[in-house]
């Protein structure tokens, strides 16, 4: 058997965990984990030339780049305005109330805000596919007081784990995969009929990014995926964070290797 999966499956778990969702997960592994692993060796080699002190400077070898006129592919239309972006993690209440806050955007964090259990992981997925759907409710048992989604929510972003992080309640050939494939895989697959159907996509916030051949894997996974299941190059949109002082020197590049995809980048705090 190639997959085990180690985290409890309820029947809940089993419909989000479905035989076609696991193929999609190991498929993205099977093809992908290897160069995740590579560039991972990678982050040490260049840590090892800080800590002897060497300074991060723009490349040589992608100066063309960022000195070419070139332009990422249009922004979708609800993606255009976010001038006010909520942020949480996937739990129930919290989906509920961000997409009932009149922001524009709420970026369900499975990565800083969502403390990575299994139970939190897969129930967070459950919640935001019934979100999708207008299919979520809460009610607070102290209160009573009862919680459902407006005609009018904002849209959602999926923040999955950085390519750093593994799901070791996921594993193929006894190995931990990656948590970024996982995370991404999930909402993937039960979301984007639902989203396409309603003119949206799936959209993505990806985190941790230190370069950007770590941004060309992330560009490959999605053209792999957009050609496995049949849409437009350019479907899933992403946003990139900027939050460690190596993508800093290679916005330009990670824009570039991104450009069919990415909507933008944000600073991270």
Known sequence: MTVEIVGKLTDDYKQILNKECIDFIEELNLRFNDKRNELLKNRKIIQKKIDNGWMPVFLDETKKIREDNWQISPIPKDLLDRRVEITGPPKKKMIINALNSGANTFMADFEDSLSPTWDNLINGQIYLKNANNKKIDFTDKKTNKEYKLNK??????????????????????????????????????????????????????????????????????????????????????????????????????????????????????
């Open 152 to 269: 009018d929510t904002a849209v959602i972003i999926v923040r999955p784990r950085g390519w750093h992080l593994e799901e070791k309640n996921f594993l193929q050939y006894s190995k931990a995969t990656s948590a970024s494939l996982f995370d991404f895989a999930l909402y993937f697959y039960h979301n984007h009929k639902t989203l396409i159907n309603k003119n949206s996509a799936p959209y993505y916030y990806i985190p941790k990014l230190e370069n950007h051949l770590e941004a060309r894997l992330w560009e490959e996974v999605l053209n792999f995926t957009e050609k496995k299941f049949n849409l437009n190059k350019g479907t899933i949109k992403v946003t990139v964070l900027i939050e460690t002082i190596l993508a800093a020197f290679e916005m330009d590049e990670i824009l570039f290797e991104l450009k069919d995809h990415i909507v933008g980048l944000n600073c991270g705090r």
